[in-house]
C-alpha cells in the first residue's frame, strides 16, 4: 500500500508539547545578563553582557512566538486529518452490507 499514515493523536499531543515548551521560554528572564555588566566594569565582557541580554530577550521571544505557530500549525494539522478520517469512516460504514 502506498502512502503514509498519521496519528491526530500524536500531533495533538506534540501541539500541546510545542505550547508548553512556548510558555516555559516565555517565562525565563534571559535579558538578566545585561545585569552581569555592572559586576564586570572596565572588561570587555561588560560591553558583551549589555549587548547581549537585550538580544536574548527579542531571540526568545521570537522562539515562543515560532513555537506558538507551530503548535497552531500541529493542530490544525491534526484537526484536518481526523476530519478526513471521519468522512472516509462515515463513508465505509454507508457500504457495509452491501
Do not use: I, N
Request: no cysteine.
Amino acid at each position: 500500500m502506498a502512502g503514509f499514515q498519521v496519528d491526530p493523536g500524536a500531533l495533538r499531543v506534540a501541539a500541546d508539547a510545542a505550547k508548553q515548551a512556548a510558555d516555559v521560554v516565555r517565562k525565563l528572564e534571559l535579558g538578566r545578563v545585561a545585569e552581569l555588566a555592572a559586576a564586570l566594569p572596565g572588561t570587555e565582557s561588560a560591553g558583551t553582557a549589555g549587548a547581549l541580554g537585550p538580544h536574548w530577550e527579542v531571540a526568545r521571544a521570537r522562539w515562543a512566538e515560532g513555537m506558538d505557530s507551530y503548535a497552531t500549525a500541529l493542530t490544525t494539522a491534526s484537526d484536518d486529518y481526523q476530519a478526513r478520517d471521519d468522512v472516509a469512516a462515515h463513508g465505509f460504514g454507508r457500504t457495509a452490507g452491501r
